[in-house]
Nanobody, 127 residues
Framework: EVQLVESGGGLVQAGGSLRLSCAASGFTFDDYTFGWFRQAPGKEREGVSYISTRDGNTDYADSVKGRFTISSDNNKNTVYLQMNSLKPEGGAVYSC????????????????????WGQGTQVTVAS
């Protein structure tokens, strides 16, 4: 089974930084797409970023582009999301998801196309 465990969330002031981690187990790490999603109370889940461990491709939501950076460490089977210049509207539960291989186009933004999910980690951004 695919197992994903997020960590690194917490309370941070606007303009501050956090690094989220997604530790993966139960599958081969080097041919997967990993996505980061977030969901705030009363809002739909949205895709934040993704990375392919096969080819290294990445993408970001327009709302975080230039402030967030996704990376992976194949030796540790871990995906990271470095979040800089955090804004109050960035407060949400952040979850990672994994999908074997991938698809064409911008499929990574669709939660239904991922096979495995973590429990999420809370990020709170104070004004």
């Amino acid at each position: 089974e695919v197992q994903l465990v997020e960590s690194g969330g917490g309370l941070v002031q606007a303009g501050g930084s956090l690094r989220l981690s997604c530790a993966a187990s139960g599958f081969t790490f080097d041919d997967y797409t990993f996505g980061w999603f977030r969901q705030a109370p009363g809002k739909e889940r949205e895709g934040v970023s993704y990375i392919s461990t096969r080819d290294g491709n990445t993408d970001y939501a327009d709302s975080v582009k230039g402030r967030f950076t996704i990376s992976s460490d194949n030796n540790k089977n871990t995906v990271y999301l470095q979040m800089n210049s955090l804004k109050p509207e960035g407060g949400a539960v952040y979850s990672c998801a994994a999908q074997k291989g991938g698809y064409g186009g911008s499929w990574w933004t669709l939660p239904s196309l991922y096979d495995g999910w973590g429990q999420g980690t809370q990020v709170t951004v104070a004004s």
